[in-house]
């Protein structure tokens, strides 16, 4: 692995009204190739992070790299466009669109034909294969969470945030959807995983982050992080791991 990060974020305040920071001086980084779970209790800062990261919300002070650039401050459409993309909790796909249209929004910035990566993303995703003239409105939760994933995906992204995959899901939905995750990163594209299912997000990372009140309290492999008795104590729910 390179040991040059392609993210860093560095002693970053931000937040949604001004003096109010949510984020207090976090610092977090993840190298090329890498899944990384960021989790925490609610009110955490965890969303906010991700929406800092992608340019939705401009640091009061610190500094975010990307691919050795400082993109703190730039447009989240200034970002894409340098291989970074995010996938929302909600409101992630257009659901008046079909599924093909759905991707095809997804590539707005791409000038080459399109038919090889929708074949990808239907190889990769081959439930929305089966749905591509349906409605995205019409889709399931976890249908739809692996449309907004694939429609990231069309702009072939090197690090892709995704914000609670699994929020509202069913459990067998959850799992589906964990699994295209780690199908995703292993194809090469780094992830930022910011979730609620600690556990789950946990065990399968290669790093992770614990956040409260806006800083990196934690951070660690996720199998440290998930054998950390005091992690287990205050962020997994009581319990001892066998």
């Not at 659901?95 to 095809?104: A, D, F, G, I, Q």
Request: hydrophobic share 40%.
């Amino acid at each position: 692995m390179q040991t040059t990060p392609l993210l860093k974020v560095e002693d970053v305040w931000a937040g949604y009204v001004k003096d109010l920071d949510i984020l207090q001086g976090i610092n977090f980084y993840i190298f090329p190739g890498e899944l990384v779970a960021v989790i925490g209790p609610n009110g955490a800062g965890k969303s906010t992070l991700a929406k800092t990261i992608f340019g939705l919300l401009t640091p009061q002070r610190g500094k975010i790299t990307f691919n050795n650039e400082n993109i703190a401050g730039l447009k989240s459409n200034q970002i894409v466009q340098r291989g970074m993309c995010y996938v929302p909790q909600i409101a992630n796909v257009f659901p008046s669109l079909s599924v093909e249209e759905n991707l095809e929004m997804g590539a707005f910035i791409r000038n080459t034909p399109l038919s090889e990566l929708k074949e990808k993303i239907y190889t990769t995703f081959p439930v929305l294969a089966n749905r591509r003239r349906q409605k995205a409105g019409t889709l399931s939760g976890g249908e739809r969470q692996m449309l907004a994933m694939g429609r990231a995906l069309m702009l072939e992204p090197s690090l892709l945030l995704l914000d609670e995959p699994s929020a509202a899901l069913s459990p067998l939905l959850v799992n589906n959807v964990f699994e295209q995750i780690q199908q995703i990163n292993k194809g090469g594209t780094a992830i930022v995983l910011v979730e609620q299912n600690a556990r789950k997000a946990l065990a399968m990372a290669h790093r992770g982050y614990v956040l409260d009140t806006g800083r990196d309290r934690f951070t660690g492999s996720g199998s440290e992080l998930l054998n950390d008795p005091k992690v287990g104590e205050l962020y997994l729910g009581a319990g001892k791991h066998h």
